[in-house]
């Protein structure tokens, strides 16, 4: 459709201004006695053509190519993984409460694409880690359940997820980052609290400096 766009758009610009030139040279043959009026006309038009063909096909080219970028850019996107936190609550056992306690949170892959070395770790509020947990490999809709191991005061906490995204498209390996924020308050209950998750953030390509190391290199098998 755009191809036809830009052909029928290419002959309505030289029709324009092949008319205007024909007007031109009547003019010169009619007033002026130019002799080679005819020569001058077809030489005109066809400068006209030339240089208007060449002006809308560096157009189309550019928007072809832009199209292109933007429909890969799009299947990258659509392909990729995407890790978010969750927590889970459960109900307090006597009739008529509405009470809901912390039980644990649920960490899953809601992209399209696996997440490698997944690393997902609590933070307290100078964001120092807590207890961390791993695994190599999430699919997609795949989730894992994540129960701290540490006493959870009264506070704020952030848990965050880590992983690697190998694009298939493009062969680049990105690292990216999920951060939920957390305000914990005990419960009237003896040992029993609520949590009230914050809003997620997603943080993509982060660089080197940034990434958590909860996991030394060293420590991993060879």
């Given at each position: 459709?755009?191809?036809?766009?830009?052909?029928?758009?290419?002959?309505g610009?030289?029709?324009?201004?092949?008319?205007?030139?024909?007007?031109?040279?009547?003019?010169?043959?009619?007033?002026?006695?130019?002799?080679n009026?005819?020569?001058?006309?077809?030489?005109?038009?066809?400068a006209i053509?030339?240089?208007?063909?060449?002006?809308?096909?560096?157009?189309?080219?550019?928007?072809?190519?832009?199209?292109?970028n933007?429909?890969?850019?799009?299947?990258?996107?659509?392909?990729?993984?995407?890790?978010?936190?969750?927590?889970?609550?459960e109900?307090?056992?006597?009739?008529g409460?509405?009470?809901?306690?912390?039980?644990h949170?649920?960490i899953?892959?809601?992209?399209?694409?696996?997440?490698?070395?997944?690393?997902y770790?609590?933070?307290?509020e100078?964001?120092s880690?807590?207890h961390?947990?791993?695994?190599t490999?999430?699919?997609?809709?795949?989730e894992?359940?994540?129960?701290?191991?540490?006493?959870?005061?009264e506070g704020?906490?952030?848990?965050?997820?880590?992983?690697?995204d190998?694009?298939?498209?493009?062969?680049?390996?990105?690292?990216?980052?999920t951060w939920?924020?957390?305000?914990?308050?005990k419960?009237?209950?003896?040992?029993?609290?609520?949590?009230?998750?914050?809003?997620?953030?997603?943080?993509?390509?982060?660089?080197?400096?940034?990434l958590?190391?909860?996991?030394?290199?060293?420590?991993?098998?060879?």
């Amino acid at each position: 459709m755009k191809r036809i766009k830009f052909i029928l758009t290419v002959i309505g610009v030289a029709v324009v201004l092949t008319g205007f030139v024909v007007s031109w040279g009547i003019i010169l043959s009619n007033q002026y006695g130019v002799s080679n009026a005819p020569t001058i006309i077809l030489s005109s038009i066809n400068a006209i053509v030339l240089v208007s063909l060449a002006y809308f096909t560096y157009r189309y080219m550019k928007s072809t190519t832009l199209m292109a970028n933007e429909m890969k850019e799009q299947r990258i996107v659509a392909s990729q993984p995407l890790v978010i936190q969750k927590d889970i609550c459960e109900k307090d056992v006597f009739e008529g409460s509405t009470s809901e306690y912390f039980y644990h949170f649920i960490i899953w892959n809601a992209g399209n694409g696996p997440a490698i070395e997944l690393v997902y770790s609590l933070l307290n509020e100078q964001k120092s880690s807590m207890h961390s947990k791993r695994v190599t490999f999430l699919r997609t809709n795949e989730e894992v359940t994540f129960i701290p191991e540490v006493r959870l005061e009264e506070g704020k906490y952030y848990l965050v997820c880590q992983y690697m995204d190998i694009s298939r498209l493009t062969g680049k390996e990105s690292v990216n980052q999920t951060w939920l924020p957390l305000e914990v308050h005990k419960a009237t209950k003896e040992g029993k609290i609520y949590v009230a998750p914050g809003e997620l953030s997603f943080r993509f390509d982060v660089p080197k400096e940034n990434l958590l190391d909860v996991f030394p290199r060293s420590s991993k098998p060879q």
